[in-house]
Each structure stands twice: as C-alpha cells, then as structure tokens.
C-alpha cells in the first residue's frame, strides 16, 4: 500500500509540474533570456544584450535576431500615447567601432527617402507576450522577467526587400523569415558580455 501510494505521489507531483512549467513556463531575466523560431530556412533566436549605460531611451537592452545568414541589431523606442513598441536597426553594439559614441543607426547612415524609411519602422513594430497571450506595453530591461514570448511579425517585409536597412552588410540579399512567435526556450546561467556604450 506505501509503494503504491509513493508510487500516485511521485507521479502526481510529476504531472504537477509539467502542468507549472505548460501554465508559466520558463521564467528568466530578460537579459538571460533566449527565444527560438522554427523555420524552413533553419532556426531563428532573438535574445537581448544588456549595455553598458543604457541603449535608447526606453531600455538598457539591445535585440538581436539571429537568422540563418547573419545577425540584426536593435534598440527599442516606445511612442507617447496609444501606441506601442518599434525596434530600431542599429550596427553591432559589441563591436570596437561602437566603444566611443555607441553604435550608428542604421537609418540615418543609408541614402532612403522618408517614405522608405516609414515603411521600415512599420515593419519593426515589437510585440511582447505574457503567457495568456496578453500584450505587454514596456520594453524588457535588465532585471525585468523575460516576456515568454515576441514577434515581430512584419519584419520579414523588410528583410525580403530592404534587407540592407538592417544591417551594416552592404551586400545583404533577401533572408526570408516566417511570421511566428518566438518563444522563450533558454535561459543563460548569466548575461552576455555588455555592449557599448
């Protein structure tokens, strides 16, 4: 009779937990965090760097998304009223060239006209996700829990068509990605190196 009960315990506090972990899921400062998109091309992640000082006005994290060709840099900026978070491309904030004024924003170094340049920050509208699916209306920050979740679901327009105003790659072609929800799937053991400034 003991066994049989250590038995339905042990399984109970098993399925209990399995049911915690489908219900809140992985829970991670946002600097630690790691999100991941299955896709046909490979998989995506998009994870955050903390900076040194702080890297927009909104946040001290920059965004990167990695896809199967390269990785894209961004900061956050958040908008007065009824609207919402945008990310913005920025060059890698961990390279040497960022250590003295930060890294350049890649928006205002390419030679687009204003209408362009809308049409791409449309596409970067960032979206966070708590775990019933609600929108979160704060850029993750360092010490702040990991949104479970992110999209962005539009940036794949710019990345099929103006990859190049992402990225400091001159020569960026199309890098096709789905629309998706990343999820967090990870959880580093510490944040990754600070980036400038």
């Known amino acids: 009779m003991r066994k049989r009960f250590s038995a339905a315990l042990v399984v109970l506090l098993a399925l209990s937990g399995a049911a915690a972990a489908g219900e809140g899921g992985l829970t ?18 998009v994870g955050f760097v903390p900076s040194r000082g702080r890297a927009s006005i909104a946040s001290d994290l920059y965004l990167y998304l990695t896809t199967v060709q390269r990785t894209y840099w961004f900061s956050f900026a958040v908008s ?45 509208r960032f979206y966070a996700l708590d775990e019933k699916l609600g929108f979160l209306f704060e850029p993750p920050a360092s010490g702040m829990t990991a949104p479970p979740m992110v999209m962005m679901p539009e940036i794949g327009l710019t990345l099929w068509y103006e990859p190049q105003a992402l990225t400091e790659d001159r020569s960026a072609d199309r890098d096709p990605i789905p629309r998706g929800i990343f999820r967090l799937t990870k959880c580093l053991s510490e944040a990754r190196p600070a980036a400038y400034p």
């Open 80 to 124: 007065n009223g009824y609207s919402g978070m945008t990310l913005i491309p920025v060059s890698d904030p961990q390279a040497e060239a960022a250590r003295e004024n930060g890294p350049a924003l890649l928006l205002e170094t390419r030679r687009m006209d204003e209408g362009l340049i809308n049409e791409v920050l449309v596409s970067l």
């Open 28 to 45: 991670c400062p946002a600097e630690r965090a790691v999100y991941r998109l299955d896709s046909d091309e490979g998989p995506l992640e």
